[in-house]
């Protein structure tokens, strides 16, 4: 705790350790991460390459992991899920659960578009995240400096949307944990919209790759 820094197994030992001190039951564990094969408990060979923390609140066994530095509680490493947690104090191994649903990764888009007679799409689009999504955009943008953020949102939408216009940008403090991250921007599409003979074709812009089911 002095020194500031520590590997996996220096963090969930001490991380127990301060869970103990304000009387919560806690342990490290070793784990085989989900992206280094499954782990067969009845084999004598661990083959562990980490150390989370096991803590039991009463009737719940929860796992965290001390070495994450931008998971929002309750989530933690998605590398952890579905993983043996091998308890060498209790004598115990589990089986770390897969939170259930959005919980695990998610984003939840929410996008409002008006379309002028000329053609020019104007987009509000609020984007909220869960889990390791939310984790690796906090991650990236947390490197991102602040005077360098709004120019990198205007190249991701030129990427996405040649000729776009940022009108207004704003996101969640990456480095605040106890608030969920968030992305909110506005941008113009000028002639948005195709002419096909009388009808006018419009794709949604960005959301035709990650929601297929989406059509023209």
């Not at 579905?82 to 104090?89: D, R, S």
């Not at 906090?138 to 996405?160: C, F, S």
């Amino acid at each position: 705790l002095d020194q500031g820094y520590g590997d996996c197994t220096d963090k969930s030992v001490l991380f127990a350790t301060l869970l103990a001190a304000v009387g919560i039951e806690a342990e490290p564990v070793v784990v085989r991460t989900n992206d280094e094969g499954v782990f067969v408990p009845r084999l004598p060979f661990l083959a562990c390459n980490h150390c989370i923390t096991e803590v039991r609140l009463g009737e719940r066994t929860l796992y965290l992991d001390a070495t994450s530095q931008d998971y929002r509680y309750p989530a933690f490493r998605d590398d952890d899920h579905g993983a043996y947690a091998i308890n060498f104090i209790t004598g115990r191994h589990r089986l770390i659960p897969v939170p259930p649903g959005l919980e695990a990764s998610g984003k939840e888009a929410r996008d409002e578009m008006t379309l002028a007679a000329d053609g020019t799409l104007t987009v509000h689009s609020h984007n909220t995240y869960t889990g390791a999504y939310e984790a690796n955009l906090r991650a990236n943008w947390k490197r991102v400096p602040a005077e360098a953020r709004r120019p990198m949102m205007q190249q991701y939408l030129n990427g996405m949307a040649p000729g776009a216009e940022l009108t207004d940008f704003e996101l969640g403090a990456p480095q605040d944990l106890s608030r969920p991250f968030y992305l909110d921007y506005h941008y113009r599409l000028p002639d948005y919209a195709v002419a096909a003979g009388p009808y006018r074709i419009l794709q949604f812009p960005e959301r035709e790759l990650e929601f297929p089911e989406l059509s023209l």
